[in-house]
């Protein structure tokens, strides 16, 4: 039987074709294997547990309940570093935009007509003067995938920038120059910078990151970039230093009724992500990793369960979800060695609460590996078991 794959947003083609049609269906059944999506809201959407995987094609999965999927036996994905060059650019040019009046200036200018038109254009430039980015010191809150491009691309232009990310990966840490200050504190970041720009992802923990207190920390005139989500940035407290002359302006990808229409606000649809490239790399990434699980059992870029690759070399391949308890490992080979099957190869790694045991066998009849995986769901803590044929 085909695998289904259940799409929500604009998935780029590029990204389905990587679904060959022999295997797979998209769009074509009520119970699909696998959703593949971008910002949908899943802690609105039921998925039933015919999902085996939800790839997000994109960065932030704030919008996907991972622990009840974790739960449900569902692996989630997103896509690290595909849209990141996309959300540098716009930053680097918002930066610009927010010093020098370019979008007022050229709506002025199409409104001037007559005769004397170039005349008329070129005396009206002196209203339209601005400042340069070069000197000026930018602050990076968040130095993953996105915040390290942003902070190297405004350096190579000549600004001074100061990182802040307390929780970097050894992989960031490599990729950002060792020249880079890093501030310790976001206190100490702060109060030195003209600009700064916000790269992290919307937790519990990042709720309300920037509130009153840090924007009186901040300069006076700092313009502040929101690319991140709606939550990390208290829009009260901003409005607050908005209208007390503090913050000079606030610029983010995220709208809601209580910035809309502020004089000094910059809204931008959340279009961080939203260049050909970046959806192209989005979809194609997401939908090779789905098909490494569905057709292999193995997990890459998962945001709820741990990486787990292992060579596919023998005739039958059992995969098993469950919590992260001690002796899982010893009563699930208790059972296979109970079934007389012996084992060629396996992994077993978890990650906070939940566990990924996979273990290769040799050929055996349909009914024994029926048998076996009800056996297996059996244990109380396991909470899916797959069994897939080696097709190579
Ligand atoms: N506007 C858009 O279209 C758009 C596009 C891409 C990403 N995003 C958003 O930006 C976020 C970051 O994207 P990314 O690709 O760089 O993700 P990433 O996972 O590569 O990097 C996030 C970084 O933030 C750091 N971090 C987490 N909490 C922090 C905190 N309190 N202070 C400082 N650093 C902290 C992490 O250690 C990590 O290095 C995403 O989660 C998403 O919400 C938005
Ligand atoms: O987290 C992301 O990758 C961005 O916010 C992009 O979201 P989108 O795929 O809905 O444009």
């Not at 050929?363 to 396991?382: C, D, G, H, R, Y």
Request: aromatic share 6%.
């Amino acid at each position: 039987m085909k695998m289904d794959i259940k799409t929500y947003n604009v998935i780029a083609q590029q990204g389905l074709d990587v679904f060959p049609t022999e295997k797979y269906t998209v769009n074509q059944s009520q119970k699909p294997t696998a959703l593949l999506i971008r910002s949908q809201d899943m802690h609105k959407t039921h998925f039933g547990t015919n999902v085996l995987a939800i790839a997000r094609a994109g960065a932030g999965v704030n919008n996907i309940p991972l622990i009840e999927a974790a739960n449900n036996g569902t692996v989630v994905f997103n896509t690290p570093g595909s849209n990141a060059n996309a959300v540098k650019e716009l930053i680097i040019a918002l930066l610009v935009l927010a010093v020098r009046p370019v979008v007022p200036a050229a709506a002025w200018a199409k409104k001037v007509v007559g005769a004397d038109v170039s005349l008329q254009t070129e005396k009206g430039k002196n209203h339209f003067a601005g400042t340069e980015i070069q000197g000026k010191t930018l602050g990076v809150i968040g130095l993953g995938n996105v915040g390290s491009r942003v902070a190297q691309a405004a350096a190579n232009l000549g600004m001074r920038v100061i990182g802040y990310d307390p929780y970097i990966s050894v992989e960031h840490a490599w990729k950002v120059s060792n020249q880079l200050p890093r501030a310790e504190k976001l206190a100490q970041l702060l109060p030195k910078c003209d600009f700064v720009t916000i790269h992290i992802p919307y937790t519990d923990k990042n709720r309300d990151l920037i509130t009153a207190k840090e924007l009186a920390l901040m300069k006076d005139q700092a313009i502040l970039f929101n690319y991140s989500r709606w939550g990390i940035v208290n829009e009260d407290d901003v409005v607050v230093a908005l209208n007390q002359k503090h913050l000079r302006k606030y610029v983010t990808d995220f709208s809601s009724n209580k910035i809309v229409g502020h004089p000094k606000i910059m809204i931008t649809p959340h279009i961080g992500g939203t260049t050909q490239e970046a959806e192209t790399n989005g979809a194609v990434m997401a939908a090779q990793t789905l098909r490494k699980y569905l057709e292999t059992g193995n997990i890459v870029n998962s945001v709820n369960f741990p990486t787990v690759e292992m060579p596919f070399e023998s005739p039958v391949r059992m995969t098993m979800i469950h919590q992260n308890v001690p002796n899982m490992v010893g009563r699930i080979t208790t059972i296979l060695a109970n079934d007389d099957i012996n084992i060629d190869n396996m992994i077993n790694k978890s990650r906070g609460q939940f566990a990924y045991t996979v273990i290769d066998i040799g050929q055996q009849p349909a009914e024994q590996l029926e048998t076996l995986q009800k056996e297996l769901l059996e244990i109380p803590e396991v909470i899916r078991v797959r069994v897939l044929k080696n097709e190579f």
